[in-house]
């Protein structure tokens, strides 16, 4: 890759843009998220040390230059699909969204679900490679640390029969504060579908606003629950 001038999205309101690859890895080196950059043949150039750590990668392991399936990663039997999902950003020139669940900690075996989005790396009008920006789904959020409750453990399934599973869908997606029109596009309903089951679940639980349905569920520890379609041990699921 040609230290020119490089552009890519963060979100829909934030591009970056730069002449060199040292600022965007200086960049990425000091932030807490996930961050890759590969390059048009999806062989990795850089990794930050969050990624690293969440791959259970072997200390001092270096990926540049790599393809998926030359690391030992926990992605390996699905290269295919992040092959596939690389080309696919590259060809369209628009971000996917990823769901990754990583599980790392040695003998403690953690589980820990990101949401990457894959976007293209921009030069000249032209895509050259993709980054991959991940964030923690805030199963584990602020609001445990500022009310001094951690949760135990993140449990797979729904946490009640209270709801329907499509139902929890949603609850689990609203506590990632998600907005109605965000959680139809992931779900592949209708906003309309996902308004009308929203206040379905309003009147089954007695209160009329998401930020309500938050505290219910928080207060019931329900935040600490996954629906199974979405945190699974598959590791990488394009949800687009």
């Known amino acids: 890759m040609n230290d020119e001038s490089m552009s890519f999205s963060v979100n829909k309101d934030l591009d970056v843009r730069s002449k060199s690859f040292d600022a965007f890895i200086s960049y990425m ?3 807490n998220d996930f961050w890759i950059i590969k390059d048009k043949e999806s062989r990795f150039f850089y990794a930050n040390d969050v990624t690293h750590y969440y791959c259970n990668l072997p200390k001092g392991f270096n990926m540049e230059g790599r393809l998926d399936i030359e690391c030992p990663g926990p992605w390996v039997e699905f290269v295919d699909i992040i092959q596939a999902n690389d080309r696919s950003v590259m060809t369209s020139q628009k971000t996917i969204p990823v769901l990754n669940t990583f599980i790392y900690g040695g003998r403690q075996k953690i589980i820990q679900p990101l ?3 894959i976007t293209p790396l921009m030069k000249d009008g032209k895509c050259i490679g993709v980054v991959g920006h991940g964030r923690k789904l805030e199963i584990y959020s602020m609001y445990h640390f500022e009310n ?6 993140l449990t797979f399934g729904s946490p009640t029969d209270l709801f329907t599973d499509r139902e929890f869908d949603i609850v689990f997606f609203a506590l990632q504060s998600l907005s109605a029109k965000d959680i139809a596009k992931k779900l592949g ?4 579908t996902v308004q009308s089951r929203l206040q379905f679940i309003y009147q089954k639980i007695g209160i009329n606003s998401l930020s309500q349905l938050k505290e219910y569920c928080r207060g019931k520890g329900y935040d600490n629950y996954a629906p199974t379609r979405f945190i699974n041990p598959s590791h990488y699921i394009p949800l687009a």
């Not at 001094?148 to 453990?153: R, T």
């Not at 309903?189 to 309309?192: D, G, L, Q, V």
């Open 29 to 31: 080196e000091n932030s």
């Open 115 to 117: 949401l990457v989005n």
């Open 189 to 192: 309903i209708s906003y309309r």
């Open 148 to 153: 001094n409750k951690h949760p135990d453990s």
